[in-house]
């Protein structure tokens, strides 16, 4: 995760010198596990998550908006939510959103994919909210073309 983190320091010091008025980061931006026991023992929750106070830090120092995609626990074990954030330039969360429709394939004769084995479903598609670049939808995967909230979006931001 470390590694992760300087990477998106890295980017958040890249896009702030570039311009930009907000920096996307893609979906499990914190880390991608060899295996499901792996995704659940290295998700932290976003107040102890260095990932996630890292990018805080950054966006709070450069005074860039950030979305990112993390991981986090879920109560009682054995399962992570795909959540992207929203972090202000201040570096507060000011938005949370987690992954609804999650990727399960099985290909006869190939490989079987079940993402909802280690990671539970979010409940909704949130609306669009206002950002200081515009009223922002979040998605994440599979998210995008399943809601017609986003045609309210002026950006679709998908993780």
Not at 79 to 87: A, P, Q
Not at 112 to 118: A, I
């Given at each position: 995760m470390i590694h992760n983190l300087k990477q998106c320091q890295t980017l958040i010091q890249k896009a702030f010198a570039a311009g930009a008025k907000a920096l996307i980061l893609p979906e499990a931006s914190d880390y991608i596990a060899s295996s499901p026991s792996e995704t659940v023992a290295l998700a932290k929750p976003i107040e102890e998550s260095e990932f996630v106070i890292g990018v805080r830090e950054e966006a709070r120092k450069f005074r860039l908006p950030v979305i990112v995609g993390i991981h986090e626990p879920v109560t009682?074990?054995?399962?992570?939510?795909?959540?992207?954030?929203?972090?202000?330039?201040?570096?507060?969360?000011?938005?949370?959103?987690?992954?609804?429709?999650?990727?399960?394939?099985?290909?006869?004769?190939?490989?079987?994919?079940?993402?909802?084995?280690?990671?539970e479903k979010g409940l909704s598609i949130l609306p669009p909210f206002e950002t200081p670049i515009g009223r922002v939808g979040m998605a994440i995967c599979f998210d995008v073309k399943r809601s017609p909230q986003f045609l309210q979006a002026d950006f679709l931001i998908a993780s």
């Open positions: 009682g074990g054995g399962r992570v939510r795909n959540s992207c954030i929203w972090i202000d330039e201040g570096g507060e969360i000011k938005g949370r959103y987690q992954k609804v429709h999650l990727f399960d394939v099985e290909i006869e004769g190939g490989p079987v994919l079940r993402e909802s084995s280690v990671v």
